[in-house]
């Protein structure tokens, strides 16, 4: 059963830090391609970060140089590390795969305000 469990969201301030965390269960996660995804109200998902199982990142414009995604192979754990927050961050972060699965655990809520 494939289980992907989010945390670490929050309410912040303009220009705060939240570090972010995804545990993922039943799938091969050391060889696979994972990403951290959001939705904004009323947009589509994005993807936002991603890391290859080579530890290889990319990044959407928005988040570059804000935003850095890691990852824990051994403990099948994910992280984004997000600084200088901004209001056009909030949203609902999920991980999943990249491409992604079907499955997607409840996210965590970002919401970045005064």
């Known amino acids: 059963q494939v289980q992907f469990v989010e945390s670490g969201g929050g309410l912040v301030q303009p220009g705060g830090s939240l570090r972010l965390s995804c545990v993922a269960s039943g799938i091969g996660f050391s060889i696979l391609s994972m990403g951290w995804y959001r939705r904004a109200p009323g947009k589509q998902r994005e993807l936002v970060a991603e890391v290859t199982s080579g530890g290889s990142t990319n990044y959407v414009d928005s988040v570059k140089g804000r935003f850095t995604i890691s990852r824990d192979n051994a403990n099948h754990t994910m992280y984004l590390q997000m600084n200088s927050l901004k209001p056009e961050d909030t949203a609902v972060y999920c991980c999943?795969?990249?491409?992604?699965?079907?499955?997607w655990g409840q996210g965590t809520q970002v919401t970045v305000a005064s």
């Open positions: 999943n795969t990249v491409p992604s699965r079907p499955d």
